[in-house]
């Protein structure tokens, strides 16, 4: 019978114990990677209508004394904490209370409550995971799913599935404290497109956050960095940052250079910086916008903004695919391919071509679309349309912020 874990304290410190000690900002070593900078959060709302289907955050921080500096395009990475829940049910899974002390490496021995909270990737199901579990156990069937002819079914098993569920089916009785954690990966940082420019907002950097929030096998679910954003920090909560700069992914160098922009969801969250940074700069190349997300009247993000821009003349065309709001699923590629004509015109005018959001549906469909309209509006056979968009890349003029 599993022991209770012991409850977390319901005004358990947003920032890890590792960073609390930190000298404040502008006074302590140079920030960066190693040393994230425990950025104030400014403000925090959420983008999505009350009848949307998801929670999107719109996330403002300081970074006044940080010394660091970003590009539209760059990402920032964020140092979270795994929430409460999480912690409680992987205790409960290995029969422990959370009071034990465990080693962490080049930060000593800590309760391991805090271990879990602060260090520890606890959630994601790897097969790096269940092969260190499988030399801690004796499971005839963990390692007949990790066997070589058994790919199929590995893959069925972690779909949907977390380092709970493992635990709970091949490790019944429990885990010691020190083999629990010795299973672990550290908790890594997740990466945010930026979502603001540094001339239109100084001193401040913005992201755009989706919770990741489902339900599998019997068990709600919750992304690890997109929760603790969306239920742990207020305002007045400082968050562990660091600048991860993307030079794969820039605005033109020459600023009359006109821009065709393409996302669904919070993929938009970088070409609101880009808009802004030109708007801010007084560049002259025109700029347009294809957004897609579910519904119209409660998932157009940033649409104040948007409508501002058009009448600023600081964006010259906008695109919307709106996928539910008819009985037909219209996404972003849907609206290129009915602008193939002017869309064609912009590249040979020597538009920069951005794709940035989901890289398994939306951004194969753009590059479907993206190549039927240079086939077709350049009369150009396949094999000549492959090679064009390959010079677009080598150019550096098709870009892509893909996940």
Same mark, same amino acid.
Request: glycine share 8%; hydrophobic share 40%.
């Given at each position: 019978?599993?022991? /209770?874990?012991?409850?977390?304290?319901?005004?358990?410190?947003? $920032? #890890?114990?590792?960073?609390?000690?930190?000298?404040? #900002?502008?006074?302590?070593? +140079?920030?960066?990677?190693?040393? &994230?900078?425990?950025?104030?959060?400014?403000?925090?709302?959420?983008?999505?209508?009350?009848?949307?289907?998801?929670?999107?955050?719109?996330?403002?921080?300081?970074?006044?004394?940080?010394?660091?500096?970003? +590009?539209?395009?760059?990402?920032?990475?964020?140092?979270? $904490?795994?929430? #409460?829940?999480?912690? +409680?049910?992987?205790?409960?899974?290995?029969?422990? *209370?959370?009071?034990?002390? /465990?080693?962490?490496?080049?930060?000593? %021995?800590?309760?391991?409550?805090?271990?879990?909270?602060?260090?520890?990737?606890?959630?994601?199901?790897?097969?790096?995971?269940?092969?260190?579990?499988?030399?801690?156990?004796?499971?005839?069937?963990?390692?007949?799913?990790?066997?070589?002819?058994?790919?199929?079914?590995?893959?069925?098993?972690?779909? @949907?599935?977390?380092?709970?569920?493992?635990?709970?089916?091949?490790?019944?009785?429990?885990?010691?404290?020190?083999?629990?954690?010795?299973?672990?990966?550290? !908790?890594? =940082?997740?990466?945010?497109?930026?979502?603001?420019?540094?001339?239109?907002? #100084?001193?401040?950097?913005?992201? *755009?956050?989706?919770?990741?929030?489902?339900?599998?096998?019997?068990?709600? %679910?919750?992304?690890?960095?997109?929760?603790?954003?969306?239920?742990?920090?207020?305002?007045?909560?400082?968050?562990? /940052?660091?600048?991860?700069?993307?030079?794969?992914?820039?605005? &033109?160098?020459?600023?009359?250079?006109?821009?065709?922009? /393409?996302?669904? @969801?919070?993929?938009?969250?970088?070409?609101?910086?880009?808009?802004?940074?030109?708007?801010?700069?007084?560049?002259?190349?025109?700029?347009?916008?294809?957004?897609?997300?579910?519904?119209?009247?409660?998932?157009?993000?940033?649409?104040?903004?948007?409508?501002?821009?058009?009448?600023?003349?600081?964006?010259?065309?906008?695109?919307?695919?709106?996928?539910?709001?008819? =009985?037909?699923?219209?996404?972003?590629?849907?609206?290129?391919?009915?602008?193939?004509?002017?869309?064609?015109?912009?590249?040979?005018?020597?538009?920069?071509?951005?794709?940035?959001?989901?890289?398994?549906?939306?951004?194969? @469909?753009?590059?479907?679309?993206? !190549?039927?309209?240079?086939?077709?509006?350049? @009369?150009?056979?396949?094999?000549?349309?492959?090679?064009?968009?390959?010079?677009?890349?080598?150019?550096? %003029?098709?870009?892509?912020? $893909?996940?």
């Amino acid at each position: 019978m599993h022991s /209770v874990a012991t409850p977390l304290a319901a005004d358990a410190p947003t $920032v #890890p114990q590792s960073l609390t000690g930190m000298a404040e #900002p502008g006074s302590g070593p +140079e920030y960066g990677k190693k040393n &994230p900078f425990p950025a104030e959060t400014l403000a925090t709302f959420i983008l999505n209508g009350r009848r949307s289907a998801k929670d999107t955050y719109h996330i403002e921080l300081a970074l006044s004394g940080s010394g660091f500096s970003y +590009e539209p395009g760059d990402a920032l990475a964020v140092i979270p $904490v795994n929430v #409460p829940a999480t912690v +409680e049910i992987v205790l409960a899974a290995a029969n422990l *209370t959370g009071n034990e002390e /465990v080693e962490v490496k080049n930060l000593g %021995r800590k309760p391991l409550l805090d271990a879990l909270r602060e260090d520890y990737d606890i959630s994601g199901l790897s097969r790096a995971f269940l092969t260190k579990l499988a030399e801690a156990v004796d499971c005839s069937g963990l390692r007949e799913l990790l066997a070589d002819t058994a790919i199929d079914s590995y893959k069925a098993y972690c779909n @949907g599935r977390e380092i709970v569920d493992a635990i709970e089916q091949f490790a019944p009785t429990g885990l010691a404290a020190d083999t629990l954690v010795g299973l672990f990966r550290r !908790l890594p =940082p997740r990466l945010y497109s930026v979502a603001s420019s540094p001339l239109a907002h #100084p001193d401040q950097v913005h992201i *755009t956050v989706a919770a990741v929030r489902y339900h599998a096998h019997g068990r709600e %679910r919750k992304g690890v960095c997109t929760n603790y954003l969306a239920d742990l920090v207020n305002a007045g909560d400082r968050v562990p /940052v660091f600048v991860q700069p993307n030079k794969n992914f820039r605005l &033109p160098a020459d600023s009359d250079t006109p821009m065709i922009m /393409v996302g669904s @969801g919070t993929g938009v969250a970088p070409y609101r910086a880009f808009v802004a940074h030109r708007a801010a700069r007084g560049d002259s190349g025109n700029n347009w916008l294809f957004f897609g997300n579910p519904h119209r009247e409660y998932d157009f993000f940033y649409q104040s903004e948007w409508r501002q821009h058009l009448a600023n003349g600081t964006l010259q065309r906008l695109d919307v695919a709106f996928s539910r709001d008819q =009985p037909e699923k219209i996404y972003v590629q849907h609206r290129l391919l009915e602008r193939a004509k002017d869309v064609y015109a912009w590249l040979e005018a020597g538009a920069h071509f951005y794709v940035c959001g989901n890289a398994s549906d939306m951004a194969v @469909g753009v590059h479907a679309a993206l !190549l039927s309209i240079i086939e077709t509006q350049g @009369g150009k056979s396949p094999e000549a349309a492959v090679a064009y968009l390959e010079d677009l890349k080598k150019s550096h %003029r098709y870009q892509r912020d $893909v996940y």
